[in-house]
């Protein structure tokens, strides 16, 4: 089945040590996306590929930073992790284009980012 | 600006029960697409339904509803004969005017069936 697979789905990592989470999609969608969501809060988006092109949100700080080498496969730095980026990181995949407007996003299962 | 509501916070009903999880957004544009999305305490958010704005006709899946009213701005959620199955948060969001493939996103209402 077509899926977006996100590893590993725990990871646990010591306050200011860099950490990536992956992300990979069979779905040959060409935009994807990386929230952040918080216990009991809606997701949060902090950047997205639109192809190859990379979109920022104004907010989203810059310890966060993000890869994406082919259409399958992205990538979530977080330089240097606080405790505050304890969070639920969700990757989502979405296929857009000319005439194409508004569909539904596909997400993974969610990478739990615990910091010590 | 674009906003999405959901005023319930959380929902407790007994199992059998008929829910409906309301949802109130704003947009100025014209053409817009508003989402149903469920979370289930693994924490993957599926999607559930896609409604664009020139589209006002009710659709029902299964035990499943959605009544989209632009008249009151609203996008609501009905699940008939709840299950425990059911119990998740459920998102409703709405696609930015500015950009086909960004969401604003509600808060979220959580949802608990009890058996």
């Known amino acids: 089945d077509a899926m977006v697979i996100q590893n590993p789905r725990y990871q646990v990592t010591q306050f200011g040590k860099p950490v990536t989470l992956s992300c990979s999609q069979t779905?040959?969608?060409?935009?994807m996306y990386w929230y952040q969501q918080k216990s009991s809060q809606a997701p949060k988006l902090l950047f997205h590929y639109y192809d190859k092109d990379f979109n920022n949100e104004a907010d989203t700080p810059d310890n966060f930073q993000s890869r994406r080498p082919n259409t399958s496969f992205c990538f979530l730095d977080i330089r240097s992790p606080g405790l505050g980026d304890a969070a639920m990181y969700l990757c989502?995949?979405?296929?857009?284009?000319?005439?194409?407007?508004?569909?539904?996003?596909?997400f993974g299962p969610g990478t739990r980012l615990t910091v010590l | 600006a674009q906003k999405v509501t959901q005023a319930q916070t959380e929902i407790s009903v007994v199992e059998k029960e008929d829910v409906t999880l309301d949802c109130v957004y704003e947009t100025r544009d014209t053409t817009y697409y508003l989402f149903w999305y469920k979370q289930p305490p693994s924490g993957e958010l599926v999607f559930l339904i896609r409604r664009n704005s020139f589209d006002e006709q009710n659709e029902i899946s299964g035990r499943y509803s959605w009544n989209f009213q632009k008249s009151t701005s609203s996008f609501n959620f009905t699940i008939t004969a709840s299950q425990v199955v059911d119990s998740a948060v459920y998102f409703c969001a709405l696609s930015k005017g500015d950009s086909n493939y960004q969401l604003i996103w509600g808060a979220g209402t959580k949802l608990i069936i009890k058996p």
């Open positions: 779905l040959n969608h060409n935009v």
């Open positions: 989502a995949t979405s296929r857009e284009g000319a005439g194409l407007a508004y569909n539904e996003q596909f």
